[in-house]
C-alpha cells in the first residue's frame, strides 16, 4: 500500500512524500487516515526536531509521520486482532502510549515518533505498541472530525480530574473538581479552552456552580459566548460568565468579586503567561487547586506564587497537558451521544497545507485546523466560504451547509467536501 505523509527530517524541514508501506505483520493493523486536527504540539515538535522529547534522534536518515489528533477506518486487521476489530470500523487513537518499548521509550507517541503511523497522512499501519496498550479506540458516531477532536477533549477532561482537594485531618486527596463549587477557565476562548467549557457545561457528573472564563480579547469572548451562551449553562445549573480581563482596573479583585470574596475552587490556565499564572494564583480559595495547562516553549518559564496562600490556606498546583486512554474513552462516548465539537473548527484544508500550516500555527488566528488527508485543498477560514463561493460554486454550497449549523463545521459539510473534494483543490 502506498501513502502520502508528510514526514519530519529536522527542524522545520517537513516534506509531503509519496512512498510504499511495509505489509502489515500479525500484530498490527492498516488504516485509511480520513482527518487529523493539527495541534500546537505538532508545531513545537516541528521546531524542536530530534531535540524534543518524543522525536528520535534519527529522523535525518528515519523521518517520522507527523500529526495525532487523527481518525478514519480500517483497511486490514492483522491476525492477532481479528474478532475484536473489523475492516471498516472507525477509530481514533490515544497517542500518549506510555510504553517502555517505542522508538524513544515512554514518550514515544504517534505523530511524533513513528515512521509509519501519523495524522498526516493518507495510509498508517498502526504497530503492536498502539494495540497492545489498548489505544486504538473505535468510535460509532457520525462523521469523522468529532473522533479526530476527541484527543483534544481528552486533554482538557483529564485536566480536571486531575484537579485535586485535600481533606483537614487527613492526608487523603479528593481527586476531581468540586462539585457545585467555583471554577475559572483563564485564556480560555481558544481552542482548547473552548473545549473545557464544552465539556464542564456538558458532563453528566459533576458541575462547578460558577464558571468564569476570561480573555483580554472581545471578539474572541463573544464567539465563545455564542457557541456555548450563559443560557445553556444555566439550563445545566451553573452560572457561566464571560469576563475580559482587559476591561477591569483590578481583575484579581473583580474575579474573586465574582465569587463573593472566597475565591475559586479549580483554576485552569490556558496561555504559558507569567502574569496570568500569577492572576490565577492569586484568586485560588483556601484549598483551591491550579491546573497549569499550557505548555511553555521554554524550559526556564518562570512565574511567582504566594507561598504564605500555600501554607496557610493550603493552595496547591498540578500540571496536565494531556488525557489517558480512559479520558478519551469518555469524550469518544460523549460525542458518540451527540456532543458536537464542531465549535472548535475555524479552519480546513486538504494534505498540502499541511506543512505552512504546522510551521506556521502560531501565526495563523482562530481555532483548530482541520486537514482532510485524501484531498487537496488550500487552508481556509469556514468564515470565508462564502466569499470563496462567489467564484467556486463547491465553497458555495459549502457556505450554505455551515450557515444552517450557526456558522460551524459539520457531519454534512464534512461528507459534502469528501464528496466534492475536486472541485475544491483550487
Not at 469576563?243 to 483590578?250: I, K, Q
Not at 482562530?366 to 462567489?390: C, N, Q, R, S, V
Amino acid at each position: 500500500m502506498r501513502t502520502k505523509a508528510v514526514r519530519l527530517y529536522g527542524k522545520n524541514d517537513l516534506r509531503l512524500e509519496e512512498f510504499e508501506l511495509p505489509a502489515i505483520t500479525e500484530s498490527e493493523i492498516l488504516a485509511k487516515v480520513v482527518c487529523d486536527s493539527i495541534c500546537m504540539s505538532s508545531h513545537k515538535a516541528s521546531r524542536e526536531a530530534d531535540e524534543h522529547k518524543r522525536v528520535p534522534r534519527d529522523i535525518a536518515q528515519n523521518p517520522t509521520i507527523i500529526g495525532h489528533e487523527f481518525a478514519g477506518e480500517l483497511v486490514e486487521v492483522g491476525r492477532r486482532w481479528q474478532g475484536q476489530l473489523a475492516v471498516g470500523d472507525k477509530f481514533a487513537i490515544q497517542p500518549a502510549l506510555n510504553y517502555e518499548h517505542g522508538p524513544v521509550g515512554i514518550l514515544s507517541a504517534p505523530g511524533y515518533s513513528y515512521r509509519y503511523v501519523g495524522g498526516d497522512a493518507t495510509y498508517a499501519v498502526i504497530p503492536r505498541e498502539v494495540m497492545e496498550q489498548g489505544c486504538l479506540l473505535r468510535y460509532e458516531g457520525k462523521g469523522y472530525y468529532p473522533a479526530s477532536l476527541s484527543e483534544p477533549l481528552s486533554c482538557v477532561i483529564g485536566a480536571m480530574h486531575a484537579s485535586y482537594h485535600t481533606t483537614p485531618g487527613s492526608y487523603a486527596h479528593k481527586m476531581e473538581i468540586v462539585d457545585g463549587g467555583c471554577m475559572a477557565i483563564l485564556a480560555g476562548v481558544g481552542p482548547m479552552g473552548l473545549a473545557a467549557i464544552s465539556y464542564a457545561i456538558h458532563r453528566p457528573d459533576r458541575k462547578p456552580r460558577l464558571l468564569a472564563v476570561t480573555d483580554i480579547d472581545q471578539a474572541r469572548l463573544d464567539r465563545a459566548a455564542a457557541l456555548y451562551p450563559p443560557q445553556e449553562a444555566k439550563q445545566n445549573g451553573i452560572e457561566l460568565r464571560y469576563v475580559n480581563t482587559a476591561a477591569m482596573s483590578d481583575a484579581v479583585a473583580e474575579l474573586k468579586a465574582l465569587t463573593g470574596g472566597k475565591g475559586y475552587n479549580d483554576v485552569l490556565v490556558f496561555a504559558p503567561v507569567a502574569s496570568v499564572v500569577e492572576q490565577a494564583d492569586a484568586i485560588l480559595s483556601c484549598d483551591g487547586c491550579l491546573n497549569f495547562f499550557a505548555g511553555p516553549a521554554k524550559s526556564d518559564f518562570k512565574a511567582l506564587l504566594n507561598f504564605y496562600n500555600v501554607h496557610y490556606a493550603s493552595t496547591h498546583v498540578v500540571g496536565t497537558s494531556g488525557g489517558n486512554t480512559d479520558d478519551m474513552k469518555e469524550a469518544l462516548a460523549m460525542m458518540s451521544n451527540g456532543l458536537d465539537p464542531a465549535g472548535l473548527v475555524t479552519h480546513v484544508g486538504g494534505i498540502n497545507a499541511v506543512i505552512d500550516t504546522t510551521l506556521n500555527l502560531p501565526q495563523i488566528p482562530g481555532g483548530k485546523k482541520l486537514i482532510y488527508t485524501h484531498i487537496e485543498m488550500p487552508l481556509t477560514p469556514i468564515a470565508d466560504f462564502a466569499e470563496k463561493g462567489k467564484r467556486n460554486p463547491a465553497f458555495a454550497a459549502l457556505a450554505k451547509i455551515c450557515e444552517r449549523s450557526k456558522g460551524l463545521w459539520s457531519v454534512e459539510a464534512e461528507e459534502y467536501l469528501l464528496a466534492n473534494a475536486c472541485e475544491l483543490s483550487h
